[in-house]
Every structure is written in structure tokens, then in C-alpha cells.
């Protein structure tokens, strides 16, 4: 029968081993946390971009998603933007829109983890809207009018976006070119949101629908759960 040893350093010299084990764990970790506070982009400390605004207290975390068009970019105060998030402004870098903003965060708005936010049109976020990771707006779109062309080399179509304040996006919702959410609104996650919704609603589905809407006479349609 073979013979089974610890294979393991054990005594004084498992001691040391683990000892550098976790002095090396530590440097690295503090590492991170370094290269983060140093890589995040501020108003104080915008790195290599050039927003049009960056409010006071606004903070994009290290490391950023792909980020372009900043001149035509403006970001409220205390706005939080996630790890690899996507900022851009046009098809691509260089790309003249004009002498107004394109693409404008209110204050206090929360992007989280992941998501995207692709701008040729006018994509406004009202104040206090609060995003889970990998939420994905956008004011364009591929087009497929002619049916012998690869969508993908057709002209995509775009439309302005518009988010009212105070609004909720759950993780992975997608926002269409032409949306317009009022105030207040919640998208549950996953949800595909196109056109009008109206003010303290609450939209679900692909595509999404309203499934809960508030009255101030009848209150919550149908009630919420306890």
C-alpha cells in the first residue's frame, strides 16, 4: 500500500511560508487599492479625458469601460459611475456633434458595474436615477430595411432617450432609442424598454409593459405585496 505524507512545510519553516503567504496577500491588496484610488477619474483628477462637466464630488471607479466624445459629455454632482462602464458620445472618437451636450447625467446618478451608455442623440438621465450593473441605454440602433444587406453595414437608426429622475433600472435592462421614462419609474430587470412610460410606474417584461402604476387617489394598481 503506497504511503501518504503531509506534503505540506510544518514547524518553523510552515511558519515562514505562511507568514510570506500573507504579507504577500496584504502588499497586493493594498496594491489594488492603490492603483483604484490613483486610476478613479474626478473632477479634481480627470485623467487622460476632457468632459465637457464633471460635478463636484462625481467619481468614475478603476478601471473605466471605453470612454469617447467626452467634449459633448456632461456629468452631474455625486454621480457614481462603476467599474468598466461605457461612456461615448458619437460612432466613434472624433466624431463631430455639434456645439450642445449629447449625452448629460444629472446629479446623483448611479451607474453600476458594466453597463453602457451609447450616445449619438441626446440621451438624458434625470437626477437621482439609480442603475444596477450591465444596464445598457442607447440612442441608436441597426436598421434592416434592405433585406439584401448584412444588417450590421446598414445606417442604424437613433432617437433621443430621456430617463426622468428619481427612476430605478434593475440589473440588465435595456433601454431603446425613443424612450422616454417619467419620473420615478422602476424597470425590472432583464426588461426592454421602448417608447412612453408614464410617471411612478413600473414596467417588465420583453418588451417591457407596465405592470404597477400609482394614482394619488387609488394609490398602488395593483396594491404591492406586504
Known amino acids: 500500500m503506497p504511503k501518504y505524507r503531509n506534503t505540506f512545510p510544518s514547524g518553523a519553516v510552515g511558519a515562514l511560508v505562511a507568514w510570506r503567504r500573507r504579507a504577500l ?28 462637466r464633471i460635478g463636484a464630488h462625481t467619481r468614475l471607479a478603476f478601471p473605466q469601460g471605453t470612454v ?15 467599474e468598466q462602464v461605457t461612456l461615448t458620445a458619437g460612432m466613434m472618437p472624433g466624431h463631430d456633434l455639434g456645439p450642445d451636450p449629447v449625452l448629460q447625467l444629472g446629479n446623483g446618478v448611479v451607474l453600476g458595474r458594466g453597463s453602457h451608455v451609447i450616445a449619438t442623440r441626446e440621451v438624458t438621465i434625470g437626477d437621482d436615477v439609480f442603475c444596477g450593473p450591465y444596464v445598457y441605454i ?28 428619481g427612476s ?22 432583464g426588461a426592454v424598454v421602448r417608447g ?6 413600473v ?5 417591457a409593459k ?12 395593483p396594491p404591492l405585496r406586504d
Not at 469617447?68 to 462603476?82: A, K, P, R, T, Y
Open 168 to 189: 430605478w433600472l434593475g440589473a440588465g435592462a435595456v433601454i431603446l432609442p425613443g424612450a422616454r421614462l417619467g419620473r420615478n419609474v422602476v424597470v425590472a430587470a
Open 25 to 52: 496577500s496584504r502588499a497586493v491588496h493594498r496594491g489594488r487599492r492603490w492603483i483604484r484610488e490613483a486610476g478613479s477619474v474626478t473632477a479634481e483628477r480627470p485623467g487622460p479625458y476632457r468632459f465637457r
Open 203 to 207: 414596467v417588465a417584461g420583453v418588451p
Open 210 to 221: 407596465v405592470v404597477r402604476r400609482w394614482d394619488a387617489t387609488e394609490g398602488w394598481t
Open 68 to 82: 469617447f466624445g467626452e467634449e459633448w459629455i456632461e456629468l452631474g454632482e455625486h454621480c457614481i459611475v462603476g
Open 196 to 201: 412612453e412610460v408614464p410617471d411612478h410606474a
Open 138 to 165: 442607447t440612442s441608436d440602433n441597426h436598421s434592416y430595411e434592405d433585406p439584401h444587406q448584412p444588417i450590421g453595414r446598414q445606417w442604424p437608426r437613433s432617437s433621443p432617450v430621456s430617463i426622468g429622475s
